[in-house]
């Protein structure tokens, strides 16, 4: 085991020389135990009742081995596994929260390349487990390798969610607009049909392929959203949705074949729910457009803005009572459904904004782009913290903002650098009022970079 794979927001590694069969064993045991430890004082631990545990999984080859092992250590170490097979990640949060169970379990690796997998974990309510929550004492438990007898074992009950995921998500009235769906041979594809029946749904790369045949699963690539673009524009669609490889992220492309930057749709959402709810609170994180917290003002909200990672935003979600949240990588997240990603949400509320107005997907995000954004552009650099203080120093005339990585804000332009936490790479982020702008400083913060 590569101690490794424990990471901020969930576990993950290479199959099998990373993360094996051993370690989801003993993973499910140090599982078992730190549920249990939060559950000190409730009824069912006092009655001495197993945990209930939710186990799903996607579609990777290395999947059915890692969940079987998984499930063996759950119930070795007296916890009751809720097998609910093939699942996209909001569906585990579905089932976890909508059931009142004490945790669960999704195996996947998000995006990443099939030869990846994982482990995404979360506590009662589908309240995530971050490294800081307990991804840390889990890993402690793993590499301590003591296990306590227990009396009595877990058991292993199926349970089939989809049919009640779909019907609880699902609005009751039809869209007109043809939809091209793009899921990458994944998991992400099992509630498109059901989910998109209301529509006219074109599914493209939709049977499931471990190998991932024709793309990765990561829509925030360019050249993976290729063959959608090219799809839209050449079946005359209304619009096209790239999901991920577990399904809690999405993009956008427009009727015209234009990828919509993820944060612009926060934007939008802003817009669509503060027309009907006004003075909720909007999340976006740090990396956004200024055009999302001045839509979010403009409508009469009150934006929060968030440090990068799922685990932070739906924490203070919960703590600040946030009706609606997104980040810049395609994660969105709604009150409604446990504070959890709610990728349908969002696509239904902007069908029925289509519908409502008569617009084309391209009209109703052409309010939003007013400035000119570079997206992420990476450095690979040895000392990431010295390189971070030396451009807090050379633009210490700017708002500084520190909440995660360095934010520096100018009247017409703003930088955003940010240290990755599992490589020696800076993530430079620049916008500007005007292109020439963007591309001047561009060039100016690059070269300073790389002195």
């Not at 209304?238 to 990828?259: I, K, T």
């Not at 669509?272 to 999340?283: A, M, N, V, Y």
Request: net charge neutral; charged share 25%; proline share 4%.
């Amino acid at each position: 085991m590569d101690t490794k794979i424990f990471k901020a927001y969930d576990i993950r590694g290479i199959f099998p020389d990373e993360l094996d069969e051993e370690t989801a064993y003993k993973i499910g045991r140090a599982f078992v135990l730190f549920v249990n430890k939060n559950r000190i004082h409730s009824f069912e631990l006092l009655k001495n009742e197993n945990p209930k545990i939710v186990v799903g999984m996607d579609n990777r080859f290395s999947s059915v081995a890692l969940c079987n092992e998984l499930k063996r250590g759950i119930t070795d170490q007296g916890g009751d596994v809720v097998d609910i097979g093939l699942s996209t990640t909001p569906m585990l949060y579905f089932a976890t929260a909508k059931y009142g169970y004490d945790a669960g379990v999704n195996i996947t690796a998000s995006h990443n390349p099939s030869q990846y997998n994982g482990f995404k974990l979360v506590s009662k309510g589908a309240v995530p487990i971050s490294g800081d929550t307990g991804i840390e004492n889990i890993k402690n438990l793993v590499i301590k390798n003591s296990f306590p007898d227990v009396k009595k074992k877990g058991s292993i009950e199926k349970k089939h969610i989809l049919s009640n995921y779909i019907e609880s998500i699902i609005p009751d009235e039809d869209f007109y607009s043809t939809i091209i769906v793009d899921t990458a041979n994944s998991v992400s594809g099992i509630p498109i049909n059901g989910m998109l029946k209301r529509t006219r749904l074109i599914h493209i790369f939709d049977n499931l392929d471990s190998g991932f045949p024709n793309h990765e699963p990561d829509p925030i690539k360019s050249e993976n959203i290729c063959a959608l673009r090219k799809a839209v524009v050449a079946g005359a669609a209304d619009l096209g949705v790239a999901f991920d490889g577990d399904g809690d992220r999405m993009v956008f492309v427009d009727e015209r074949g234009h990828a919509i930057s993820s944060d612009l749709i926060v934007a939008l959402m802003a817009s669509i729910i503060l027309k009907k709810q006004i003075r909720q609170k909007i999340l976006c994180d740090i990396r956004c457009s200024n055009i999302v917290s001045e839509t979010i003002k403009k409508w009469g909200g009150i934006p929060v803005i968030s440090r990068v990672g799922h685990s932070f935003i739906k924490q203070i979600m919960r703590k600040e009572n946030v009706l609606f949240g997104g980040e810049f990588s395609g994660h969105y997240y709604y009150k409604k459904d446990y504070f959890c990603e709610s990728p349908f949400f969002v696509l239904f509320s902007i069908l029925r904004e289509m519908k409502k107005t008569e617009k084309t997907l391209s009209d109703l995000m052409d309010p939003f782009k007013k400035y000119y954004h570079s997206e992420e552009i990476n450095f690979k650099i040895t000392d990431s913290q010295q390189k971070i203080k030396e451009i807090k120093e050379k633009y210490k005339d700017g708002i500084i903002n520190e909440l995660d990585g360095l934010r520096i804000d100018f009247p017409e332009w703003w930088l955003l650098i940010r240290a990755s936490n599992t490589e020696p790479i800076l993530r430079l982020i620049i916008e500007a009022q005007t292109k020439f702008l963007m591309e001047e400083k561009i060039k100016e913060v690059s070269s300073f970079i790389q002195q």
